[in-house]
């Protein structure tokens, strides 16, 4: 498991995620996902959990509304950050990182999974 962050400049737009909107997307995913809207701090203004195939998955909406944490594998990170891309605006530039920073990846409107991980991949 490793910590990714989906993010974009919050300060270039008045546009900010919606936890209620994007949990049903995210149960469409995984319908046993835990959900917990308690604010715990800054980074964590609401919180997703669930356990899948390739591990735990926790993922936070910063209080902000502008970055989505995730702490999960490679392969649901992608999932989730793909996910998030869909309901950013496209016009907004959403980017992922890994906590390090070791990697910056512009994510594209429409950009799938396969193509995500590949990138990712490549950027490690």
Do not use: K
């Not at 530039?93 to 990138?119: K, M």
Request: a negative charge; proline letters at 5%.
């Amino acid at each position: 498991m490793a910590t990714f962050m989906a993010l974009f400049d919050g300060a270039t737009t008045p546009w900010r995620a919606d936890p209620v909107a994007l949990t049903p997307a995210i149960r469409a995913v995984w319908t046993d996902v835990e959900v917990d809207a308690s604010h715990r701090s800054e980074a964590c203004g609401f919180r997703w959990t669930v356990e899948t195939e390739e591990g735990p998955v926790e993922a936070y909406l910063h209080e902000d509304g502008t970055c989505l944490y995730l702490d999960a594998s490679l392969a649901d990170a992608a999932r989730l950050a793909c996910l998030f891309r869909r309901f950013v605006p496209p016009d907004i530039e959403l980017v992922l990182c890994d906590e390090g920073y070791n990697f910056h990846i512009s994510l594209r409107h429409g950009i799938d999974n396969a193509e995500l991980i590949e990138q990712m991949n490549a950027a490690d």
